[in-house]
């Protein structure tokens, strides 16, 4: 007995792809952005091994890193769809907002961790 809840084949709601290409560019930028993610989350994880010198400075920085990770998830479906329509319309606009939000947030979070290092180094 078939699920009453699954689409059936005419059904336009169904999950088909949003374009005729699989291999296109919305897949590549959904992996590179996933790798980003994980980057983070591992960063964030190796950082909590100065928890014991720098306390809450540093469980600070790893969550500002966690939710700046789980943010670019929550985003994700947005950012792919549009790369999506973006190549059905035969042109795309490129996500600068999204690209210099997290680049300017990496480089406040590295230069925290710079100054765990140097102030471990200097004290």
Do not use: K
């Not at 939710?67 to 606009?93: D, E, M, N, P």
């Amino acid at each position: 007995m078939a699920d009453s809840r699954s689409p059936s084949p005419a059904d336009p709601s169904r999950d088909i792809s949003l374009h005729s290409d699989p291999g296109l560019q919305p897949e590549r930028t959904t992996l590179a952005w996933t790798r980003t993610v994980v980057a983070m989350l591992v960063v964030g994880a190796v950082m909590l091994r100065w928890a014991h010198l720098y306390g809450s400075a540093v469980m600070l920085v790893a969550g500002a890193l966690c939710a700046l990770a789980i943010f670019i998830v929550a985003t994700q479906s947005r950012r792919y769809q549009a790369g999506c329509q973006g190549i059905v319309r035969g042109r795309a606009a490129p996500n600068v907002g999204s690209v210099v939000a997290l680049t300017g947030s990496l480089l406040l979070l590295g230069a925290a961790g710079l100054v765990f290092v140097l102030a471990d180094a200097l004290g």
